[in-house]
């Protein structure tokens, strides 16, 4: 089946520094992909829409500025934090649309912690 | 009114038991459902799509009541490995395809 893999798993980075995480799709080809945003006991929140080869859609409230997403190839996006604070601090995934409109798969997740 | 609405729970059955959740939507022009299972520190993985017609996985029953804008999902003979978090999710059909997560029920399967 559709595999989608994220990278680092978890990280731990200081206030001010800036973390990328990768996003891959193993098998298939996505010219779109989700990352989405979990705080602790709270549902998952999408936080933008990367487009393989224009700019990514961001949803209201998320800085597109401090969160940075590029979409380099149609089996990668990253997302850079930048400037991390300790409010970043949560459980990123992203996911990919698989079958046209039906299923999407997402990534194992990455969790930030930022001290 | 949030998008997607479900009891958050948590439900705590006994092994064996039969537990039923439920899910309503705001988006009339909503166009696929999902249930989607997600453990403690996990990645949401898909558990079944759900149909007009409803549709049975072993254990687990869909259905879909779009007249009503309702979705439920039933466990029957509940493990112990069941116990997770399930999330009612709804495509809306907007450009891009994202979806729409409720904030999740918990279940947990005692012995």
């Known amino acids: 089946g559709a595999v989608v893999s994220q990278h680092p798993s978890w990280v731990i980075c200081k206030s001010g520094t800036s973390v990328k995480i990768e996003c891959r799709s193993l098998?298939?080809?996505?010219?779109?992909m989700f990352w989405y945003r979990q705080f602790p006991k709270q549902s998952l929140m999408l936080m933008a829409t990367?487009?393989?080869?224009?700019?990514?859609?961001?949803e209201q409230g998320v800085e597109k500025d401090k969160f940075l997403i590029n979409h380099a190839s149609l089996t990668l996006s990253t997302l850079t934090v930048t400037s991390a604070h300790p409010e970043d601090s949560s459980f990123y995934i992203c996911?990919?649309?698989?079958?046209?409109?039906?299923?999407?798969?997402f990534g194992p997740g990455t969790r930030l912690t930022v001290t | 009114r949030k998008e997607v609405e479900q009891d958050p729970g948590p439900f705590n059955v006994p092994e064996g038991a039969t537990v039923a959740f439920n899910c309503t939507y705001s988006n009339s022009a909503s166009q696929s459902f999902f249930w989607y299972r997600q453990d403690c520190r996990k990645e949401p993985k898909l558990l079944m799509s759900v149909y007009s017609s409803g549709n049975e996985d072993g254990r687990f029953t869909a259905q879909l009541n779009r007249a009503s804008q309702y979705i439920s999902l039933l466990i029957r003979d509940s493990k112990l490995s069941d116990s997770a978090t399930y999330l009612c999710v709804v495509n809306p059909g907007r450009y891009g395809q994202n979806f729409v997560f409720g904030p999740g029920t918990r279940l947990s399967v005692l012995p």
């Open positions: 098998d298939f080809q996505a010219t779109t």
């Open positions: 996911s990919a649309p698989y079958r046209g409109i039906g299923e999407q798969y």
């Open positions: 990367s487009n393989e080869g224009s700019k990514a859609t961001y």
